[in-house]
């Protein structure tokens, strides 16, 4: 028999893989290597090896290893080779025994679960594959390799972003869109999708348009997250839209899901086929991800930037009026739960002066403050409403703004409009000659601006001269 590259000749394989001593009944499982060489010899093929006694009991895998819990793989059972021969990736030189080149595609431990002469079921902890694996005999050298199907976790705290700036190293981040939309997770096996929110409520039911995300992703069995939206009429995410949904009555859910669908942006994949993804980087996720083709009437893979493209992502994002873009490093793993600086959050914020119409009673540790502002903007018919700002201030900025307003207090609201019964409730309103400059979001469809926060006073702005920005 020709030598191995070590120089070692394989061990006989007359008595098969079953030849080791199997575990006595109520023993711990056994722990050894395993290792899964990509052999480019004649044809190509993965060789499968198993420490057990000493040696490394080998399959070949014409096709791989399997991914997909529903499609098994032929495994031909092929000579022991020495422990040695685990480390090896390198060319053998032609003429000799498997010549060819070789390289190691994963390795680490294993767990025996079951070995006998028909088959051969572990666990597998490696970079790869992790998980459970099963090879059962089909003939004498024939075998089959299965993956098994693993529970899903019954929930993951989605990983959040925290605020900040565009990277200053551009080429180590991946860029999204930051959706306008419901965060939700989507557990998804045996043809079904089950949703939780951020705060890991089952919100299934309230989108049944998504029931068929389970059937897309077929026989597998996979983790997303993502984010539910509702598109406007620009087919672009409107988080008006999609409060009509978030609030809905059990009984309007039909009826508002043909009047106002939802689609489902999968931006993440967290488990797939009973390996957890958590420790791959951020670029691998997303690899595999990309490869499940989500792309449905109702549920999409949106894209995902790289190359030193976060200031041309940011400005599709403004372009398209959304909140801003998430920056992620590629090399990240998933934290869940945590609000990590692998994940920023880069917000499209624009600015505005406003007039100040009134204030709304603090509470708290603003108790006899303001703790917000009623503000407004100049239309066609006078001073219209456009919501209140109730953060930005510093200590100083409360008490100046308090000296300022407290002497322009007067009876009757100076907005045009009416003002929402929530945000009247308790106003005191104030003659209209202040101008304060705020930071926010957007814009709502009611004329109402979205997170608005405080920048300034700004005496030297005419309020009558306020009026809404493009």
């Given at each position: 028999?020709?030598?191995?590259?070590?120089?070692?000749?394989?061990?006989?394989?007359g008595a098969g893989p079953g030849a080791g001593a199997a575990p006595a009944p109520g023993e711990p499982a056994s722990a050894g290597i395993f290792v899964?060489?990509?052999?480019?010899?004649?044809?190509?093929?993965?060789?499968?090896?198993?420490?057990?006694?000493?040696?490394?009991?080998?399959?070949?895998?014409?096709?791989?290893?399997?991914?997909?819990?529903?499609?098994?793989?032929?495994?031909?059972?092929?000579?022991?080779?020495?422990?040695?021969?685990?480390?090896?990736?390198?060319?053998?030189?032609?003429?000799?025994?498997?010549?060819?080149?070789?390289?190691?595609?994963?390795?680490?431990?294993?767990?025996?679960?079951?070995?006998?002469?028909?088959?051969?079921?572990?666990?597998?902890?490696?970079?790869?594959?992790?998980?459970?694996?099963?090879?059962?005999?089909?003939?004498?050298?024939?075998?089959?390799?299965?993956?098994?199907?693993?529970?899903?976790?019954?929930?993951?705290?989605?990983?959040?972003?925290?605020?900040?700036?565009?990277?200053?190293?551009?080429?180590?981040?991946?860029?999204?869109?930051?959706?306008?939309?419901?965060?939700?997770?989507?557990?998804?096996?045996?043809?079904?999708?089950?949703?939780?929110?951020?705060?890991?409520?089952?919100?299934?039911?309230?989108?049944?348009?998504?029931?068929?995300?389970?059937?897309?992703?077929?026989?597998?069995?996979?983790?997303?997250?993502?984010?539910?939206?509702?598109?406007?009429?620009?087919?672009?995410?409107?988080?008006?839209?999609?409060?009509?949904?978030?609030?809905?009555?059990?009984?309007?859910?039909?009826?508002?899901?043909?009047?106002?669908?939802?689609?489902?942006?999968?931006?993440?994949?967290?488990?797939?086929?009973?390996?957890?993804?958590?420790?791959?980087?951020?670029?691998?996720?997303?690899?595999?991800?990309?490869?499940?083709?989500?792309?449905?009437?109702?549920?999409?893979?949106?894209?995902?930037?790289?190359?030193?493209?976060?200031?041309?992502?940011?400005?599709?994002?403004?372009?398209?009026?959304?909140?801003?873009?998430?920056?992620?490093?590629?090399?990240?793993?998933?934290?869940?739960?945590?609000?990590?600086?692998?994940?920023?959050?880069?917000?499209?914020?624009?600015?505005?002066?406003?007039?100040?119409?009134?204030?709304?009673?603090?509470?708290?540790?603003?108790?006899?403050?303001?703790?917000?502002?009623?503000?407004?903007?100049?239309?066609?018919?006078?001073?219209?409403?456009?919501?209140?700002?109730?953060?930005?201030?510093?200590?100083?900025?409360?008490?100046?703004?308090?000296?300022?307003?407290?002497?322009?207090?007067?009876?009757?609201?100076?907005?045009?409009?009416?003002?929402?019964?929530?945000?009247?409730?308790?106003?005191?309103?104030?003659?209209?000659?202040?101008?304060?400059?705020?930071?926010?979001?957007?814009?709502?469809?009611?004329?109402?601006?979205?997170?608005?926060?405080?920048?300034?006073?700004?005496?030297?702005?005419?309020?009558?001269?306020?009026?809404?920005?493009?």
């Amino acid at each position: 028999m020709p030598a191995t590259p070590d120089g070692q000749r394989p061990a006989a394989a007359g008595a098969g893989p079953g030849a080791g001593a199997a575990p006595a009944p109520g023993e711990p499982a056994s722990a050894g290597i395993f290792v899964v060489q990509e052999h480019h010899a004649r044809r190509l093929h993965w060789d499968f090896r198993l420490e057990r006694d000493g040696v490394l009991v080998s399959w070949a895998l014409p096709k791989g290893v399997p991914d997909d819990p529903g499609v098994n793989h032929l495994a031909v059972h092929t000579e022991d080779h020495p422990l040695e021969y685990a480390s090896f990736s390198g060319e053998i030189p032609r003429g000799e025994y498997g010549a060819g080149a070789v390289t190691i595609w994963d390795h680490g431990t294993y767990q025996t679960v079951k070995w006998d002469d028909r088959e051969v079921k572990v666990f597998l902890h490696g970079s790869r594959l992790t998980g459970g694996y099963v090879l059962f005999r089909t003939g004498d050298d024939s075998w089959m390799i299965h993956r098994e199907r693993l529970p899903l976790p019954d929930r993951i705290e989605p990983m959040l972003a925290r605020p900040g700036d565009l990277p200053a190293d551009d080429g180590s981040w991946a860029y999204e869109m930051k959706w306008d939309g419901l965060r939700a997770l989507a557990f998804i096996g045996g043809g079904r999708a089950r949703l939780l929110s951020r705060t890991g409520q089952d919100i299934t039911s309230g989108y049944p348009e998504l029931g068929g995300l389970g059937a897309a992703v077929g026989r597998r069995q996979a983790v997303l997250d993502g984010e539910i939206v509702a598109m406007g009429a620009d087919s672009w995410p409107d988080f008006e839209r999609l409060q009509q949904r978030m609030n809905a009555r059990p009984a309007a859910v039909a009826r508002l899901a043909e009047s106002v669908p939802v689609t489902y942006l999968a931006f993440d994949l967290l488990h797939l086929d009973g390996r957890p993804l958590l420790d791959e980087p951020y670029r691998a996720r997303r690899a595999l991800l990309e490869e499940l083709a989500l792309q449905g009437a109702r549920w999409q893979t949106p894209p995902s930037f790289t190359g030193e493209a976060g200031a041309d992502v940011q400005a599709v994002s403004r372009q398209h009026g959304l909140e801003g873009i998430v920056a992620k490093r590629l090399a990240s793993r998933y934290e869940p739960g945590k609000r990590t600086g692998s994940w920023r959050k880069v917000k499209n914020l624009r600015r505005q002066e406003v007039v100040v119409g009134g204030w709304k009673p603090g509470e708290g540790q603003r108790a006899g403050q303001f703790g917000s502002l009623l503000i407004g903007v100049q239309g066609p018919g006078g001073l219209e409403y456009a919501g209140h700002v109730g953060t930005g201030f510093s200590q100083q900025a409360l008490d100046m703004l308090w000296q300022r307003l407290t002497p322009l207090r007067r009876a009757a609201p100076p907005f045009a409009g009416a003002v929402p019964p929530e945000h009247a409730r308790r106003a005191v309103w104030v003659e209209p000659v202040l101008v304060i400059e705020v930071s926010f979001t957007g814009w709502t469809q009611a004329g109402r601006m979205r997170a608005p926060s405080y920048q300034g006073l700004r005496t030297d702005k005419d309020p009558a001269e306020v009026t809404r920005e493009p």
